[in-house]
């Protein structure tokens, strides 16, 4: 069957069934971020003593991502080396300064998460929404490979009844071939699976339908290590490693009442000595996995035989350096492949690291922000090109359209000043660009711009009066230190 051929139902099952397939395998990643995670290599001692131990599930997963994400962050959206203020506006409106860092955040677990463009947002904008991937599921278009049918669905809550809802966005004549102008078609699912179809979308619809580049419905997906035009989640290698780490540290954490704290031991103490606090049996192997070993006297051979005297005694305690050891291991290679610093993981050499050493440690970690930085940037400005539609404008205007991210290598302001300061004597740029190095927002260098200009009159007006008078003005030498 064509896709052309699918009427709205068959859409909504289509799509329903693909979001319900995202939200399991986003849940999977998303325990080890919550700390939920079943233990994959049960620890033995743990069936032993009747789960009496919890699992240690280490935060690891929550480090590799957050490490990388705390470094991104968007500033502006550049045309030309100018930004754009109606996309800025729509972004300060829309408070994605901090939905962002979410989305980021969610796009890194799962692998995939969406962005939602729509007329009236606050403040006039237009609206931007980000979606988790159990939220919106979304059809490719094969040829283009953007998004040519999407599924928008939510719960409502009815008196602690919950129902779930849908919008399906359907473009006229949604085709392998040919992409046909059209506004695009809206019908709204209740619960019980019934449709009405909701007024069309406006004139800014048929537009980006019009545009291969763009998506022929207001949602955008933001991919992360994209393959084949699928999302793959930052947590797949380091799942093996944390699975063994989490085994390491629940072994480690039941042995530490039997091994780091001595055992004690009965020699000659009979199974009826051993008995719980209602007086009930207890069994023999409990006994052994307790906190006392307890090893009865042989029987008497002969009649007359003296039975022997009860001992107690203590073994020493254990080391448990192994655990230690093991985990660092496990920690050093999950910090080499996510380009973590040794002291990200919680370990460092006992000669402290140089300045230098400490940046080139943090080299990968920062090639991998500037790598999402393209992947999510490019889902960005995907949306502010919609945006540019929805306010009634070309979106071929804005082609060229970049998304300006703050530094990833985070320097000081000193540093950032410093180097800008060099580049300028150089001279190999000019202020402007000193001031979008070192990170001013564009209202501060407006400010400055303006406080320039007004000393450029003032400086004009000055030279004139001084051309109007004979009296010379003595101009005072610069001050110098003394030796």
């Known amino acids: 069957m064509k896709l052309s051929d699918l009427k709205p139902k068959d859409w909504y099952a289509r799509l329903s069934a693909r979001a319900n397939q995202q939200y399991v395998d986003a849940l999977r990643w998303w325990q080890y971020i919550n700390l939920q995670q079943d233990l994959v290599y049960v620890a033995r001692i743990i069936s032993e003593q009747d789960n009496r131990f919890p699992a240690l599930l280490l935060p690891w997963a929550d480090l590799v991502t957050e490490a990388v994400i705390e470094r991104l962050r968007l500033e502006s959206f550049l045309s030309g080396e100018l930004p754009v203020t ?5 972004w300060n409106d829309n408070d994605l300064a901090v939905a962002s860092d979410e989305a980021h955040r969610a796009s890194a677990v799962s ?25 919106v599921a979304v059809e490719y278009d094969p040829r283009t490979r953007q998004p040519l049918v999407g599924l928008k669905r939510w719960t409502e809550d009815f008196g ?13 004549v949604p085709t392998v071939s040919q992409r046909t102008p059209g506004r695009c ?25 019009a545009d291969p580049s763009l998506p022929s419905v207001p949602f955008v997906p933001m991919l992360t290590n994209p393959i084949r035009g699928h999302g793959v989640s930052d947590l797949v290698q380091l799942k093996p490693t944390l699975d063994g780490a989490n085994q390491i540290a629940t072994n480690m954490m039941a042995a530490v009442e039997h091994h780091a704290v001595g055992r004690k031991w009965v020699v000659g103490a009979t199974e009826k000595d051993f008995v719980d606090e209602h007086g009930k049996q207890i069994p023999l192997w409990k006994v052994a996995m307790g906190d006392v070993w307890g090893i009865p006297h042989a029987k008497p051979g002969q009649r007359g035989e003296d039975v022997p005297e009860v001992k107690v005694g203590q073994f020493a305690a254990s080391d448990l350096r192994n655990f230690h050891e093991s985990l660092k291991t496990l920690a050093q290679v999950a910090a080499s492949k996510y380009g973590l610093p040794p002291l990200y993981m919680g370990y460092s050499s006992d000669n402290p690291a140089s300045a230098e050493a400490i940046q080139f440690s943090l080299e990968r970690l920062v090639l991998r922000a500037e790598k999402r930085q393209l992947w999510y940037g490019s889902a960005w400005e995907r949306a502010a090109r919609l945006q540019w539609a929805i306010l009634g404008k070309d979106p071929a205007d804005i082609s060229g359209l970049e998304s300006k991210w703050r ?18 004597g150089g001279p190999v740029i000019d202020q402007e660009q000193a001031w979008n190095d070192i990170g001013y927002s564009e209202a501060t260098k407006q400010a400055m711009r303006d406080r320039a200009r007004q000393r450029g009159v003032a400086s004009a007006q000055s ?13 005072p030498s610069a001050p110098v230190l003394r030796s």
């Open 86 to 90: 109606e996309l800025v506006k729509s």
């Open 111 to 135: 692998g995939l998460h969406f962005l939602m463009v729509g007329p009236d947002g606050p403040g006039g904008s237009p609206m931007v929404t980000t979606e988790y991937c159990d939220q």
């Open 160 to 172: 602690g009844i919950n129902e779930t809802r849908s919008v399906l966005f359907i473009p006229d």
């Open 185 to 209: 078609r809206v019908f709204e699912f209740d619960p019980n699976g019934d449709l009405t179809e909701l007024p069309r979308l406006g004139d800014w619809s048929q537009v980006i339908a």
């Open 407 to 424: 530094n990833a290598a985070t320097p000081t302001m000193a540093s950032k000043m410093d180097a800008a300061v060099k580049a300028v």
């Open 463 to 475: 030279l004139r009066e001084f051309d109007r008078t004979d009296v010379p003005v003595e101009v």
